[in-house]
């Protein structure tokens, strides 16, 4: 696989909402690798306002995310939306998928009109949220089989 966005064609990369099923198999992969299965959903899969978003490359899903309404205290804002379970399978790392995927997840939530964006970052993915704009609120705190994380944020009006 080549390592850089500019060398793959733009027709061979769609974005779109899926189930939250369909998330399953990228959150094992990357998420929750050696875990059973069940530790890959989340409460809010399937309610209406939670919404699913693949990016796939040539047809093959190889990124997912996941916006849930959840009001943070951290945050005076209304309407605020979580991310969730967000990864790239391992093979398509380092090719901007994932920035492609949390962009189209903003820029939708922004056309819903939502104030804000926040979530629990792991640490090795800091930069990645830095770069595209978050800001981590509060110390580093752990999450019992996961690791240590800071929560991030973002103003989304």
């Given at each position: ?14 974005i779109q909402p899926i189930k939250g099923s369909d998330t399953i198999p990228v959150r094992h992969a990357v ?127």
């Open positions: 696989m080549q390592n850089s966005l500019d060398t793959l064609s733009q027709k061979d990369i769609t998420l929750r690798q050696g875990k059973p299965i069940e530790a890959c959903y989340i409460l809010q899969d399937d309610l209406s306002n939670t919404y699913h978003f693949g990016l796939f490359y040539k047809n093959q899903l190889a990124g997912v995310c996941t916006f849930v309404a959840d009001q943070s205290p951290l945050f005076k804002d209304s309407n605020q939306y979580r991310l969730r379970a967000m990864g790239v399978l391992e093979e398509f790392q380092g090719l901007q998928f994932g920035k492609l995927l949390l962009t189209h997840g903003v820029n939708f939530l922004k056309s819903k009109n939502i104030n804000k964006l926040w979530f629990n970052a792991r640490i090795v993915a800091l930069n990645f949220y830095k770069k595209n704009g978050f800001e981590t609120i509060g110390t580093q705190f752990n999450i019992p089989e996961v690791g240590p994380h800071y929560t991030m944020h973002k103003s989304l009006k």
